[in-house]
């Protein structure tokens, strides 16, 4: 069993960043895929990032490609996601997501544990 607690969400004005958190406790995520997504107010939830642990690959949806970037800290149980120039189009819930095996990484049914989410918003 995985707990995931995000943290790092806020109030940001289009062109800046921020980074978000992923703490995880119960078990090692150095053996988990992880998995951020986002889900905007009356839309369904998508994929953002992800990256394995067998082979250390890190995936990315096109909308956010080149401006964010996932990392994961096996000595703190942490995984973050850095966004820059973020965009009011960014603005939604962040959640972060782990699995033994996330299969095709990108579909919320590939991922077993879930966090409860920090809000991101991105002021025009």
């Known amino acids: 069993q995985v707990h995931l607690v995000e943290s790092g969400g806020g109030l940001v004005q289009a062109g800046g960043s921020l980074r978000i958190s992923c703490a995880a406790s119960?078990?090692?995520?150095?053996?988990?895929?992880m998995g951020w997504f986002r889900q905007a107010p009356g839309k369904e939830r998508e994929f953002v990032a992800a990256t394995r642990w067998n082979g250390g690959g890190t995936y990315y949806a096109n909308s956010v490609k080149g401006r964010f970037t996932i990392s994961k800290d096996n000595a703190k149980n942490t995984v973050y996601l850095q966004m820059n120039s973020l965009q009011p189009e960014d603005t939604a819930v962040y959640y972060c997501?782990?699995?033994?095996?996330?299969?095709?990484?990108?579909?919320?049914?590939?991922?077993?544990?879930w966090g409860q989410g920090t809000q991101v918003t991105v002021s025009s």
């Open positions: 997501a782990a699995d033994p095996d996330s299969g095709y990484y990108n579909r919320p049914s590939d991922f077993g544990y």
């Open positions: 119960g078990r090692p995520i150095s053996r988990y895929d």
